[in-house]
């Protein structure tokens, strides 16, 4: 029996620091590399595919559980763990070697047979052991963290297509018109290396046709130091850091764009990224499930799971962003955290109540409307249409209050839309947080290379606030975009003040009290009732010398 403590949580979270040997693996028009330690290579003009492998030994899973939110979810939810999802995992060379298949019987692993299918340029098999290839020890425990049992984030998944990664991006991401390998979310923990500024672009591009094409997530580590690396740049992916570890640091190198995207804890990123896709797997299927809402399509889109997740992360004491930049370039938007991921989710699609436009380059400070969104925290997948002369905004109002006061707000709200297939560029789009009383700008993002645009607020004063997403005219890429928004005003869960305390958290959960931790004698907490204000439930009780304890449920 674990007891949850729940609330806002700042500062560091503790990593793993093994340094970990790593053997490079790579194709170059037929021509077989290899090089052991990070010795330098380079491509030198020629064509992919160049891949990283880093290995290691297998982490504390367990306590990265909890680090990273799923124990805390598990707790409180009903079995999102990525049920119904289909997943792929392409696998580089291990370790000097041409292996690159996932045991299914390997430790930490522990999924059937059946769950697995395995290709190359030599086939398909649903068998293992099998004639195509043998066993990746690094494949082994990338699955652990993914979707392995008893340490992986979703042990549910449906399927895992194991691909060997030469065979994955010369086959089906690099081909004009690729085949839908039907898998929404594609774990990646492999980099290309040594890539000029053009070879990065024509490999961003690639998988950005794809993920546009086909509503597939790519996972990819951002690579064990140095610049990040392809293919965790590609805008309409999500690129993942290690927290706690030696890993690659952004921006990118062609125009600046903000990656890593996102962190989870881990000595090296071939093991943060599993933990991540792990999750947006969870998400999709609490999506379709219909826990964030009926528009089970936009809350399964992943521009929708991107914004989640980047919202529900943790931000390290040391964090920090621009607004010209909206991501931190070690951590990305923080740490993993699913269980914040998912509490938006459950607030539900959140539909704007004012659209406006403006001249191109015009002031845009609020309007004088009066409905407010009903939740604190939430999302909306929606289009917004500018032209050729007006700027286009949609205006989100929130009434920011808590029975304290005093008490101050946690605001986040992270703003993800596609670079759209074909395209060379992405139509710009940014995100403004106004206090709608006065019209002051509290936060901005306005990156115009990043299509990822993030706020952040740490003491945010109770009042009524505009959160604007504001979409260029003009010269753009199309007249209308499609985009995921999403936000979270968290109070603080818990605030003395005289001889009283009070709780907040938020109403999708429940309560639950007891006296005594070790008779566990949990009852729901109905006195003084819960009062629910703008999607979050709120109490106040007098402080006694009577120890009591709190749970979700």
Known sequence: MAV????TIRGYIPGIRNRLKLQIWGWNRGIKFAAKNENPMKLRGAQFLLAFVFLGPMAARAQNLDTIGVTLLQAVTTNVNGAGIRVAQPEAYDNGTTNWEVNPNATGVGQPVSLFTYTSSLGSVNTYPNSINTESGHADAVAGYFYGIPGGVA??????????????????INKANPANINDPVVNQSFIFSETTISQQQTIDSLYDNYAARYNTLFVSGVGNGGAVNPPATCYNGIGVGAYGGGSSTGPTLDNGRAKPDITAPAGETSFSTP???????????AGLRGDGGSDTNSAADIRTVKALLLNGAVKPADWTN???SPLDARYGAGVLNVFNSYKQLAGRKQTNFVSASVSVGAAHPPTKATNTIGVLSGWNFTNLTSSSSLDAVAHYYFNVTNVVSNATFSATATLVWNRQRNQTSINNLNLFLYNAANSNLVAASTSAVDNVEH????????????????KAGGGFVSSSEPYALAFDFTPPFFVKFGKNVALTWPAVFGVETTTNLTAMNWKALTNPQPVVLYGQSQVILATTNTSRFFRLR
């Open 275 to 285: 933990q991540v896709a792990g999750a947006a797997a969870a998400l999709m299927q």
């Open 322 to 324: 621009g607004a010209a």
């Open 4 to 7: 949850i403590c729940f609330g």
């Open 455 to 470: 706020v952040f607020v740490p003491n945010l004063a109770q009042g009524r606030y505009d959160l604007q997403v504001w």
């Open 155 to 172: 042990t549910n998944v449906i399927h895992v297509d194991n691909y060997d990664a030469n065979y994955f991006f010369n086959s089906i």
